[in-house]
């Protein structure tokens, strides 16, 4: 085994996935000048699965917002290839939803855009080892509460009240894509509703679940396969 305090020799080795050149140029650029390798760049999800497999860097520093294929996808399949991948997610959304739907996928770590260089850099060198890298204040409290959920045993049975509960088609469908990491205005225009309604049908299905907020809900659409569909 390794001692924690032996310093990695070999630069590590990291691709860039954004799909604004300037963004990505000047990720890479900074990487670069810092000692990492930047062995591949990518600008839309398909290119990136490609490029990765190629390439073979230790590290993914990854946008969520791709085209061609996004950018959770990206990490499930590279992760689900190859389990030593470290994939570090740099993106400007702050949803608990997405952040959740990321470390599902795979991901190591999940830093907002806002960060510093120096935040970032920090970030690329933990993830490379392993640790968990999270904006501080967001994703970690997520990250904990989702993680403290998944560890808990499934609840006995209600024996006093018959079969699941029943949900309506359109709730069924709102939960789905809740799950999928969507916004309440994601989904709105997604179904041509109005946000009012999403909330009411996120509510309502709460109540129906004897649920108690967004990530056991989350986390009860994860355990049921409703996000692969």
């Not at 990136?48 to 946008?63: E, F, G, H, I, S």
């Not at 990490?75 to 959304?93: I, M, N, Q, T, Y």
């Not at 490379?128 to 049975?157: H, I, K, M, N, S």
């Not at 989350?218 to 409703?226: D, H, M, N, Q, T």
């Amino acid at each position: 085994m390794t001692d924690s305090s032996e310093v990695r020799q070999d630069p590590i080795r990291v691709m860039v996935v954004d799909d604004h050149p300037m963004w990505r140029d000047a990720v890479a650029r900074d990487l670069g000048e810092s000692g990492f390798d930047v062995v591949a760049t990518a600008g839309d999800g398909e290119q990136a699965v490609r490029r990765a497999k190629a390439a073979a860097p230790d590290v993914l520093v990854l946008d969520l917002n791709l085209p061609a294929k996004p950018g959770v996808q990206v990490c499930k399949e590279l992760v689900g290839a190859d389990p030593a991948l470290r994939v570090l997610v740099l993106s400007a959304s702050g949803e608990h939803a997405d952040v959740l739907e990321a470390v599902k996928s795979g991901a190591t770590g999940y830093l907002l855009k806002s960060a510093s260089t120096e935040e970032l850099l920090d970030a690329v060198r933990r993830t490379a080892v392993g640790d968990p890298v999270f904006t501080p204040g967001l994703a970690g409290l997520v990250l904990g509460e989702y993680r403290r959920l998944a560890a808990e045993p499934e609840p006995a049975p209600d024996t006093g009240r018959p079969g699941a509960p029943q949900l309506t088609d359109r709730e069924t469908e709102v939960l789905r894509l809740v799950a999928k990491g969507l916004s309440y205005k994601q989904i709105a225009e997604r179904l041509v509703i109005s946000h009012r309604t999403v909330q009411n049908h996120v509510q309502n299905t709460l109540g129906k679940l004897q649920l108690h907020n967004r990530v056991e809900l989350v986390r009860y659409a994860i355990e049921r396969g409703l996000d692969d569909e």
